[in-house]
């Protein structure tokens, strides 16, 4: 498998993913802005949609959309726990905070990233993500990941979502404790070190 990846991009999320299911795999970066892979060739030949995460099959099938490819990764290692069974009624649950993060948080963080967003429009995106992650400090009250005490691919997509917010677009949510102490908790997993440590992500000691 191939995970075309952008350092510190959406693609964070299938690449723990990747590294908690134990599979084999090869990273490909990907320049966003010139949609180049860094040997040069086209990525829109790749991808058409021209973003990341994608997930290349040594079949030739490519599978996009973050919270589908991190369903397909888990359902390869079913028996690591990385997401319910299909058709479990713990499943819809995964399925609706995959949901979640990718309609009220990853669509409401995306747009800040832009240059010409005027101040006020982020002001109003920036005030929208602030109530969800009230939300969701409320709802990780007593649990240690998202689905309980189990560590599921929903677990890597927020993570990614939270250090968006707190390293790359200024949210304070220290008074956010059940996210706080959620995000350092996801942070210690050997396994998201690593996926950080191979994207260049993490700070140097």
Not at 92 to 119: Q, R
Not at 150 to 165: E, N, S
Request: hydrophobic share 45%; glycine share 6%; charged share 25%.
């Amino acid at each position: 498998m191939k995970l075309y990846y952008s350092p510190g991009a959406c693609s964070l999320s299938p690449h723990i993913a990747l590294l908690e299911a134990g599979l084999p795999y090869e990273l490909v970066k990907v320049d966003l802005r010139a949609k180049k892979l860094e040997n040069g060739d086209d990525f829109l030949k790749i991808s058409p949609k021209g973003q990341v995460p994608a997930l290349a099959f040594d079949s030739g099938e490519l599978v996009t959309e973050g919270p589908v490819i991190v369903q397909m990764i888990a359902d390869k290692v079913a028996a690591k726990n990385l997401a319910p069974a299909r058709d479990s009624a713990e499943r819809y649950k995964l399925l609706e905070w995959l949901n979640y993060i990718t309609t009220e948080l990853h669509k409401n963080l995306g747009p800040m990233f832009s240059p010409v967003l005027a101040d006020d429009a982020k002001a109003f995106f920036k005030d929208r993500a602030m109530g969800k992650f009230k939300y969701l400090d409320g709802q990780l009250a007593g649990r240690d990941y998202l689905m309980g005490s189990q560590f599921t691919v929903a677990d890597g997509y927020l993570f990614t979502m939270l250090l968006w917010a707190t390293e790359r677009l200024g949210f304070d949510l220290s008074s956010l404790s059940n996210l706080t102490a959620y995000k350092a908790r996801v942070a210690a997993r050997p396994k998201v070190q690593e996926a950080l440590t191979k994207e260049g992500l993490l700070k140097a000691a």
